[in-house]
């Protein structure tokens, strides 16, 4: 059993006997990058008392290049009480801003410390390759927390990735989609889990409690009665196809309803997004708010808006959206998605346009909007899937049933 010793000892008749020494799991945990968003749910897997098992997580302290707010390394002291996990830093090493080497991995994969070790599942990580052959020959149970399979990869860059996913003992998914893709191309069903995502909802549900009257003061000092208000929260990259956006808010606003954009976020495409909104004379309907990454300013903008929209990729947008009781619109190509995309349910909490098509974001828009009208979409129904699925004890849960299976298998 995992987390167990033997010992030997002499009985009273001078036979040897085998005893067994009961001791915690103790579990590496290695992120990509210990991202601000993911405290709440590492802290509630860093519960020792309550999980059975022990954890130490190893990941970077400093901000990566794609803007990823990282968590202060104040945390990085074990004071479980005040906040703190049992972290220990590694150093990424990246090229062209994607990590090759984690320095410090393998000496970690070297210690007889950990029983399991949950390595970010990044076939491009070499340090990973070699961290986990030397996991595996010490004994240790290997696995990887991944997107898994998209779908849409070469059968060169398939291959490659099934040869890596292989080596795991258990693999926790992002979603359903990559987890059934992962299935078809052969990873054993019952190693693959679905952990989903979360953002730190105890502090969201509190200020979404005590929001309501300073998001209906938002709006009604920036907006009319009458208006539709559309919004989109992230970065202003190429991979959101923001300029879709652009060209669908121009059409709604030819038909009688009013509709208003919100933009808030910073990024690449900002300038040629500006210039865009110019073009289509729609400078009056937009406002460029900029990043905001305080729950307590950002939480009444998204609950005074009408539906979130993200023409791209929605990522954590959804789930930000989708908490605050705002229903989230965005593409069907699930392939081209972030794994949030599964917190959407199509006419409960917002719906997929097709893929590519301005005249079809058009119309998935207006739609909500009627359906928002007439009742059908609401706060509540757009926060369900979020509380059910989407939380960090939904993710602790789900990261003890991976253990436990493991433990089972020895």
Not at 45 to 53: F, L, P, R, T, V
Not at 75 to 97: A, Q
Not at 234 to 261: C, I, T, W, Y
Not at 324 to 349: C, L, R, W
Request: proline content about 2%; charged content about 25%.
């Amino acid at each position: 059993m995992l987390g167990r010793e033997k010992a030997k000892g002499i009985n009273h008749e001078g036979q040897i006997r085998m005893t067994i020494k009961v001791s915690k799991l103790s579990v590496g945990l290695v992120p990509d990058r210990f991202a601000q968003y993911r405290h709440a749910a590492f802290k509630a897997m860093s519960d020792e008392q309550a999980n059975g098992y022990k954890l130490a997580i190893y990941a970077d302290s400093v901000e990566d290049k794609k803007g990823v707010v990282l968590l202060d390394s104040k945390f990085c002291n074990g004071d479980y009480d005040n906040g703190g996990v049992c972290w220990y830093r590694l150093k990424n090493i990246s090229i062209k801003n994607i990590c090759f080497w984690q320095r410090g991995l393998v000496s970690v994969a070297m210690k007889s410390e950990h029983d399991v070790m949950v390595y970010w599942g990044d076939a491009y990580r070499i340090s990973t390759w070699f961290a986990s052959i030397i996991s595996k020959l010490r004994g240790k149970k290997v696995v990887y927390w991944t997107h898994g399979v998209y779908g849409n990869e070469s059968f060169f860059k398939m291959a490659f990735r099934m040869t890596f996913y292989r080596m795991a003992h258990a693999i926790l998914l992002y979603g359903r989609f990559g987890r059934n893709n992962l299935v078809r191309q052969g990873y054993p069903e019952a190693q693959a889990f679905v952990i989903n995502n979360s953002l730190d909802c105890e502090q969201q549900n509190r200020i979404y409690s005590q929001s309501s009257d300073e998001a209906a003061a938002y709006r009604k000092m920036n907006y009319d009665a009458n208006d539709n208000v559309l919004v989109f929260v992230g970065r202003l990259e190429p991979p959101k196809k923001l300029h879709m956006l652009m060209e669908a808010l121009s059409q709604l606003n030819d038909s009688e309803q009013v509709f208003k954009l919100l933009v808030i976020g910073d990024g690449t495409e900002k300038t040629k997004l500006e210039l865009l909104v110019s073009n289509l004379g729609l400078a009056e309907r937009v406002c460029f708010y900029g990043a905001c990454y305080d729950n307590e300013i950002l939480a009444p903008m998204l609950m005074m808006a009408d539906i979130c929209v993200s023409p791209g990729e929605v990522g954590l947008t959804a789930m930000h959206s989708l908490i605050y009781g705002t229903p989230v619109v965005t593409h069907n190509k699930f392939s081209e998605q972030m794994p949030e995309f599964e917190a959407i349910e199509d006419a409960v909490s917002g719906g997929f346009y097709d893929y590519g098509s301005i005249a079809s974001l058009v119309s998935k828009i207006g739609r909500t909007v009627k359906l928002i009208n007439e009742g059908v979409i609401c706060p509540d129904s757009c926060r369900a899937s979020i509380l059910a699925r989407y939380t960090p004890s939904f993710q602790e849960v789900e990261f003890g049933k991976m253990l436990k299976y493991l433990n089972e298998e020895r």
